[in-house]
């Protein structure tokens, strides 16, 4: 069965770095993926999407990539802020069908 | 305002007990959807709607039932609660399935406690 793996221990960089979380998928071919922000107690906000024949897409300080060979998203936040503290999900989708991660916790710590 | 909206926030129950969790939303969206977050297991589609009369089941829809009952409006209920159905409970619309209009939209979410 299909199987997404993001990092499970949290991620602490210091306020101005760059940021770079991971998704690895396996048993999948999603036509798209997007990334997700959940803050404590709140649902997840929407923040890219990136689809299978695209190789980057870029938001401001976010940034994603999509390897298909590689089976791999890589997300980077950049001149990270406290503010970016979080927990980033990323789903695949295919048609109308989305699998989600279980997410990485994000800290940035002035 | 919220444009997806849960209710309750949260919620305490007892096993056996017959609940239901709503969600309305003012985004004009056909598609409404029902989650279930765990730690450590992410988020699992329960059921999913894509319009009035279309009801579809997810992965885990085993002891969970929906309504919808209006496009704005889609229910989830708990016939007989059991402790396992303890978990943060999450409504999301989406818009039709067009190109670049996958993203979901998520209410605020219920936490459900079921001792």
């Known amino acids: 069965s299909q199987k997404i793996e993001q990092n499970s221990e949290a991620l602490n960089i210091q306020e101005g770095k760059t940021a770079t979380l991971t998704c690895n998928y396996t048993?999948?071919?999603?036509?798209?993926l997007q990334w997700y922000r959940q803050d404590p107690g709140r649902g997840p906000v929407f923040l890219l999407l990136?689809?299978?024949?695209?190789k980057e897409k870029r938001k401001e300080r976010l940034k994603v990539t999509f390897d298909t060979t590689l089976k791999q998203s890589l997300f980077h936040i950049t001149a990270s802020q406290p503010a970016d503290s979080a927990t980033y999900l990323c789903?695949?989708?295919?048609?109308?069908?989305?699998?989600f991660g279980t997410g990485t916790r994000l800290q940035v710590f002035p | 305002d919220a444009d997806v909206t849960q209710t309750p926030r949260n919620r305490i129950t007892k096993t056996g007990k017959r609940i239901m969790l709503e969600c309305s939303q003012t985004?004009?969206?056909?598609?409404m959807y029902w989650y279930r977050q765990d730690p450590g297991l992410g988020l699992r589609l329960i059921y999913y709607s894509f319009d009035v009369k279309d009801i579809n089941k997810g992965e885990i829809s085993d002891g969970y039932s929906v309504s919808r009952q209006a496009q704005a409006k889609f229910s989830l209920s708990l016939e007989s609660a059991i402790p396992n159905q303890t978990a943060l409970y999450f409504c999301a619309t989406s818009d039709s399935g067009t190109p670049g209009n996958e993203k979901l939209f998520f209410g605020s979410g219920t936490q459900l406690s079921v001792l």
């Open positions: 990136i689809r299978e024949n695209e």
């Open positions: 985004k004009g969206h056909d598609r």
């Open positions: 048993n999948y071919s999603p036509a798209y």
């Open positions: 789903a695949l989708g295919k048609g109308d069908k989305l699998i």
